[in-house]
Structure formats: structure tokens, C-alpha cells
């Protein structure tokens, strides 16, 4: 079998656990491949990676959620990934204390629990109503203020019926995957990796009554922006980095994309157990 693996290598534990795991490999005969996580940052890179990753049979991450993160957004649904964490808060990752070499062998020998989860196709749109660029989204996108610190005043639609016009930070359009992240963060719910729709969540919005919402999965999230200087200004944030633009953009548009990824877990109750142990100090 052909094995990607992806250690982060400023932590040492990862670098170490990386080199025993190809041994480990090598011995066993099958194929392995390797990159340092850095090699996955930016959108830019993630894309001129897609061609070199093709064809593995297991994709093995060493380190932390943001790591895992982008580099599912790379291999999408072309292999599984398993996580273990080398990181900080770990949760979409496996602990590490099983062992390295032991979380593999299993995972070749397809003995751990499968997770499939919903991503994000995400279309940015231009003055002219024209597709300007489009991205792969594993969390969330983010429509956010950029460095000028304006709020944005923008108006958002599902499958085109018109929810609301609001001024604030912007909006987050996530997975149920990145709810735990960023979404979270903003006050939005936490949602079980299985669901296949998306959580809509305003970010700092000048407006009481406004409240994340969750959507079915073929709907369709318009993100509209409302002013020229908004539409400059706007820092569009796809999985946590900056889309580079080339000129301004007037809307997003968000769907569920026909690629979706999958993680494989120990327990089959990893989203639970680790909510209720982080979240709810259970």
C-alpha cells in the first residue's frame, strides 16, 4: 500500500514519530511518501499539491486540527486520513498514546471506524456577476472586515430567499466539521459530523435578534456585499487563509461540494466523547 504521511515538524515528537513510522513501513514493504506540514500552507500551495498526493491508499497526519484541516483539503476523498495529534487542541485527531506505529497497522488492516464528513464549494463572484475564483473548504468560509477595520454591511440569502441585511464583522459559513472551530467561537452551535448542511453564522452583527441557522444540505448561501468600499475591503478567509484577489468581489456563493472527506477514529464516538470532555468537563 502507498502511504502519505504529513508530520508537523516544528514539533519534535511529530519528527520523531514520523521517521519510526517510515521504518516501520519500509520494513513492512509498503510504499511511503512524506512532507513537512508547512508544505500545505496557503491556498496557493495547497493547490499545486493535488497532482503529488494522487493515488495513496492512507494519509497519516502527525500533528493538530489545522494540519489535518489542509491536508484534507488536498487529498479530499482520494484516501482516508487518520489523525494523531501532535497539536495543541487535537480534536479532530486521534490521541497519540496508543502509539504510532500501532494507530497504522490498524488503520491498514481497516480496523478503525470510519467518519465521513460534508465540505464547501465556494464561488467568488465579481462586479460583472462572473465567477472570479473558487475554493475547497474542509471548515468554513469566512467573509470578514480586512485591515482597513470597517464593518461590513452585506445582506446574505438561502437558496434565494432573503434572510437578512446586516452591518458587522461579516458572516461564517461552515461544516459541521468546523463548527468546533472558528463558528464556535463566534457563538454558534456545536453540530454532529454526520449532519450534511451548513451553519450560518453572523459575526458581530449590530442587530439583536440576529442567530446562527442551520441549513439542508443542497441549499444554496448568497453572501452579498453592499458597498464599493466593501467590496475592496473585504477579507474573504477560506479554511482560516486569505483567498488572494485580484480585483474586487461583490458576492460569495456557498454550496456543499460533490467531494467530500474522510477521518478515521479509535472510537466511533470521538465527536461525543471529546465534546463532552472539552466542552462540557465531563
Known amino acids: 500500500m502507498r502511504v502519505l504521511i504529513v508530520r508537523n515538524q516544528a514539533n519534535s515528537e511529530a519528527s520523531e514519530a514520523a521517521f519510526m513510522l517510515c521504518a516501520y513501513l519500509d520494513s513492512e514493504g509498503h510504499e511511503r511518501q512524506m512532507f513537512d506540514a508547512t508544505a500545505f500552507e496557503g491556498i496557493v500551495r495547497r493547490e499545486s499539491l493535488a497532482d503529488r498526493v494522487d493515488g495513496v491508499d492512507l494519509v497519516v497526519v502527525l500533528g493538530g486540527d489545522g494540519t489535518i484541516i489542509r491536508t484534507a483539503s488536498v487529498v479530499r476523498d482520494s484516501a482516508p486520513i487518520l489523525g494523531i495529534n501532535f497539536g495543541h487542541l487535537g480534536f479532530l485527531a486521534n490521541d497519540s498514546h496508543e502509539g504510532v506505529i500501532s494507530l497504522v497497522s490498524r488503520a491498514l488492516a481497516d480496523e478503525l471506524h470510519r467518519s465521513r464528513r460534508s465540505c464547501l464549494e465556494v464561488k467568488l463572484r465579481d462586479e460583472q456577476g462572473q465567477v472570479a475564483g473558487s475554493c475547497f473548504a474542509v471548515n468554513e468560509v469566512a467573509i470578514t472586515r480586512g485591515v482597513s477595520g470597517r464593518s461590513l454591511e452585506f445582506a ?105 472527506i474522510t477521518l478515521l477514529y479509535v472510537q466511533q464516538d470521538h465527536f461525543l466523547s471529546y465534546s463532552a470532555e472539552k466542552f462540557f468537563g465531563a
Not at 209 to 226: C, F, G, K, M, P
Not at 237 to 257: K, M, N, Y
Open 156 to 260: 446574505f440569502s438561502i437558496s434565494d430567499v432573503p434572510m437578512a441585511s446586516l452591518k458587522g464583522d461579516g458572516l461564517i459559513v461552515s461544516t459541521a466539521t468546523g463548527s468546533t472551530g472558528y463558528s464556535l467561537a463566534a457563538g454558534g452551535p456545536l453540530v454532529t459530523p454526520g449532519f450534511p448542511g451548513m451553519v450560518v453564522q453572523p459575526l458581530a452583527p449590530h442587530a439583536l435578534r440576529s442567530r446562527a441557522l442551520l441549513t439542508d444540505a443542497n441549499d444554496v448561501v448568497e453572501v452579498r456585499l453592499s458597498r464599493d468600499e466593501d467590496e475592496r475591503c473585504a477579507l474573504i478567509l477560506v479554511d482560516g487563509d486569505a483567498v488572494p484577489l485580484e480585483g474586487p468581489i461583490t458576492s460569495v456563493e456557498v454550496v456543499r461540494a460533490s467531494e467530500s
